[in-house]
């Protein structure tokens, strides 16, 4: 069974504070994912990697950065956290080709006050 | 376009119903079509998916109708049941799935 596990399911932080959420995968894939989830607006993809130390943007980068040092942890990084990043995170990993199947992780509710 | 739209925002189904939750795309270079299913407190996770080449794909009570001239697909859930209540998001992927553009999402709440 593929596990993907993030560090914290509920985080609240303040207004210009650096925040790390940290995403773990068990089954050795090569890609990896961030999105965020808001209602109305389904999920977005914030950034991507491929490979260790290979990122590539998604659709919303912006304030956002990305960490992939080992194969099997990818970190989002929101540099000095603001209140419309207040929103679920959700990890996501898949393997190369094959089904394009993306196996998300159970999410972080984040909030920014 | 990137975008995929989903209708509707809700769905409230009677047990033993047909569930039927609609998406449309634009881009023509899309290549595989999931749908997945989210409960509350956990992450997406794939119920079933499609390729364009191919019209139609049951799995179970769960079927993707797929409309390549209209570019339009569909979720059936036959004989609906309350374990089926779930928020539901139809997706499009290209470029060997890094590219997923996700639907709104669709509530389903299915009445015991």
């Known amino acids: 069974d593929v596990k993907v596990t993030q560090s914290s399911r509920y985080l609240v932080k303040r207004t210009g504070e650096k925040v790390f959420l940290e995403c773990v995968q068990d089954?050795?894939?090569?890609?990896m994912f961030w999105y965020r989830q808001d209602p109305g607006l389904g999920l977005r993809l914030i950034y991507f990697?491929?490979?260790?130390?290979?990122?590539e943007k998604g659709d919303i980068p912006e304030g956002y950065s990305v960490s992939r040092e080992k194969k099997e942890r990818f970190s989002l990084i929101l540099e000095s956290a603001s209140t419309n990043q207040t929103s679920m995170y959700l990890c996501?990993?898949?393997?190369?080709?094959?089904?394009?199947?993306?196996?998300f992780g159970p999410g972080t509710r984040l909030t920014v006050t | 376009q990137q975008q995929v739209k989903q209708s509707p925002q809700s769905l409230i189904v009677q047990k033993g119903g047909i569930s039927i939750i609609n998406c449309a795309y634009e881009?023509?270079?899309?290549?595989?079509f999931p749908w997945y299913q989210q409960f509350p407190g956990k992450g997406p996770a794939l119920l079933i998916a499609?390729?364009?080449?191919?019209s139609e794909k049951k799995e179970g009570r769960f079927t993707i109708s797929f409309n390549k001239s209209a570019k339009q697909f569909s979720l059936h859930i036959m004989d609906s049941q309350p374990g089926d209540s779930a928020t539901y998001f139809c997706?499009?992927?290209?470029?060997?799935?890094?590219?997923?553009?996700f639907g709104a999402g669709t509530r389903l709440f299915v009445k015991a």
């Open positions: 996501a990993s898949s393997i190369p080709g094959g089904s394009y199947e993306q196996y």
């Open positions: 089954m050795d894939h090569e890609n």
């Open positions: 990697s491929y490979d260790v130390k290979m990122k």
């Open positions: 881009n023509t270079a899309f290549d595989y």
């Open positions: 499609i390729r364009p080449d191919v």
């Open positions: 997706a499009a992927s290209i470029g060997g799935g890094f590219k997923t553009i």
